[in-house]
C-alpha cells in the first residue's frame, strides 16, 4: 500500500484480509479441475509481485539485511561492528544513509531517516537502519542469504532485491505445499492458504522479511521427515535434521515446527540440525570472535520479556513477576504435549497447535513472526488458526491486544472444538446409515 495515508492503512490491510478468505472460499468450494493447480500457482505470482509495487510499509528490517549483506560480502562480520562504528564508514552506501541535513538553528536534522552517532567521535549520522548502534541479530544461514543477495546487484539498488527474494522463497513455499499436499492424499488447493494471502505477500514480499525463508527450510525438514525421498529412513533423519537446522540458524522462530518432528529418530535430526547450526557459526566465529548473539540479548529485553509484560493475555490474568514462569510453563507444556502426541506419519497437526500456542502466549509484536503457522494451517486444514496472524496483524491503536488475543483464543477453542464435535458424529451417523 506504497501510496495509502497512514490513517487508512489499517483499513486496507483489513480489506485484503477480507477479500484473501472470499478467494479461498471461493477456491476451496468448487470441484477440482487439473487447471487448479495453473490458476493457484498464477495467483501466487501475481500476488506475490504485488508486493513489489513500492517499498515496505509495515518494516524497516530489509534496511538492515542489505547492511548485513553489503558488511559479509566485503569480508567482515556483521556481528563485530555496529552499523555506526567508524570502521565501516567506506561501505556506507547513499541510499542507507542519507546525507544529513542542517536546521535554520544550525542543529542537524534527517528528514526521512534516525538521527544517530558514528562511534568513536559522535559525528551525527542519518541512516535507515533500525537499532544503528548495536551488531546485527540475524543468525549465519540468514547472513549467508544476505550476502548473496546484495552480491548479484549493485551497492547503490535499495528495496527491491530483498523483496524479489522474498517472492522466491514464497513461491518455493508453495510449490512444497502442493508437492507434500500432493504426495499425502490431500486437497492441493489448500496451499492458496500461503500462495494467495495477502499477509504472505505483505510480510514475505513487500517487507522481505527473512521468517519467509525459515520457514521454507522447516517446511522441507517437516516434509522430508514423513517419507517420500530419500528412500531410507536413515538419510531421512539425517536430511531432515539438516534442514532442521538450516532454519534455527536462519531465524529462532521456525524452532516452533521442530518438537513434533523428533518423534521419529530423535538422536539423529538433533544431531544433524546441531551440526548445522555450528557449522553456520563458525565461519564467523574464525572472522570476528566468539560474540555471534549479536544484539539478540537485548532484545529479548528491549521487547519486554524479561519483566513478563509482553505476555499480553497472561498478563491480563496474572499481573505480575510470576507471569514470566507461567508463560514458560505454558509454553513448556505445549512442546512436551506437541511432542508426544504428534503423529509422526503427519506431524503437521501438532505443529500447527503448537506454534498458534506460542504465538497467542509469546505475543510478539511483529505480526510477521506468524509465518511460521501459515504452511502448517494448509497442511493441517484447521483454518481457524488463522486467526492467530489476522489479530497479530491489528495494531495496538486498533484495539487492546489483550481483547484481541483473547477473541482469538475463543475463535481458536469454538473452531477445534467443532471439528472434534463433528469428527466423533461421523461414526455415529454412519452407523445409522447402515441400520
Not at 492503512?9 to 477440482?32: D, E, F, I, N, T
Not at 517487507?207 to 519467509?212: E, S
Amino acid at each position: 500500500f506504497p501510496t495509502v495515508p497512514d490513517d487508512a492503512v489499517q483499513y486496507w490491510v483489513w480489506g485484503a484480509w477480507a477479500s484473501g478468505a472470499a478467494a479461498m472460499v471461493v477456491l476451496l468450494s468448487g470441484r477440482r479441475r487439473r487447471a487448479g493447480t495453473g490458476v493457484l500457482m498464477l495467483g501466487a505470482v501475481l500476488i506475490g509481485a504485488a508486493g513489489l509495487a513500492g517499498p515496505p510499509r509495515f518494516s524497516d528490517d530489509s534496511a538492515r539485511y542489505a547492511w548485513d549483506g553489503i558488511v559479509t560480502g566485503s569480508g567482515v562480520s556483521p556481528y563485530a561492528h555496529p552499523p555506526v562504528a567508524a570502521e565501516l564508514r567506506g561501505l556506507r552506501p547513499e541510499w542507507l544513509f542519507p546525507r544529513l541535513e542542517t536546521a535554520a538553528d544550525g542543529t542537524p536534522r534527517c528528514p526521512d531517516a534516525r538521527l544517530t552517532r558514528e562511534v568513536p567521535g559522535g559525528a551525527p549520522l542519518c541512516t535507515l537502519i533500525n537499532r544503528p548502534e548495536v551488531p546485527t541479530i540475524y543468525p549465519p544461514v540468514a547472513q549467508g542469504w544476505f550476502a548473496a543477495v546484495r552480491a548479484t546487484v549493485p551497492r547503490e539498488a535499495q528495496w527491491w532485491p530483498m523483496q524479489l527474494a522474498g517472492l522466491g522463497a514464497s513461491f518455493a513455499v508453495t510449490l512444497a505445499l502442493v508437492r507434500g499436499l500432493r504426495r499425502h492424499g490431500l486437497d492441493d488447493r489448500w496451499a492458496a492458504l500461503w500462495a494467495w494471502s495477502p499477509f504472505v505477500a505483505i510480510e514475505a514480499v513487500a517487507n522481505a522479511h527473512i521468517d519467509t525463508l525459515g520457514v521454507l527450510f522447516a517446511l522441507l525438514a517437516t516434509l522430508v521427515l514423513t517419507g517420500g525421498r530419500p528412500n531410507s529412513p536413515t538419510r531421512r533423519a539425517w536430511l531432515g535434521g539438516l534442514l532442521l537446522g538450516l532454519a534455527a540458524a536462519t531465524k529462532l522462530v521456525p524452532l516452533l515446527a521442530a518438537p513434533p518432528l523428533l518423534r521419529r529418530y530423535p538422536g539423529r535430526v538433533l544431531a544433524a540440525a546441531t551440526a548445522t547450526v555450528v557449522v553456520g557459526y563458525l565461519p564467523f566465529v574464525l572472522a570476528g570472535g566468539p560474540d555471534v548473539l549479536g544484539y539478540l540479548p537485548g532484545y529479548l529485553a528491549e521487547e519486554r520479556y524479561a519483566d513478563g509484560s509482553r505476555f499480553a493475555l497472561l498478563a491480563a490474568l496474572l499481573p505480575g513477576p510470576a507471569v514470566t514462569w507461567v508463560a514458560l510453563a505454558v509454553l513448556a507444556l505445549a512442546a512436551a504435549l506437541s511432542w508426544w502426541r504428534a503423529d509422526p506419519a503427519a506431524p503437521w497437526h501438532a505443529q500447527t497447535v503448537l506454534a498458534g500456542v506460542a504465538l497467542l502466549v509469546v505475543n510478539p509484536l511483529y505480526a510477521w513472526y506468524a509465518l511460521i503457522l501459515v504452511p502448517f494451517v494448509a497442511l493441517s486444514r484447521r483454518w481457524e488458526w488463522l486467526v492467530v496472524p489476522l489479530a497479530l496483524s491489528i495494531g495496538d491503536a486498533s484495539a487492546p491486544r489483550p481483547w484481541v488475543l483473547a477473541v482469538a483464543t475463543v475463535v481458536v477453542a469454538s473452531g477445534s472444538i467443532g471439528r472434534l464435535l463433528r469428527r466423533r458424529a461421523r461414526p455415529m451417523l454412519e452407523e445409522d446409515i447402515r441400520c
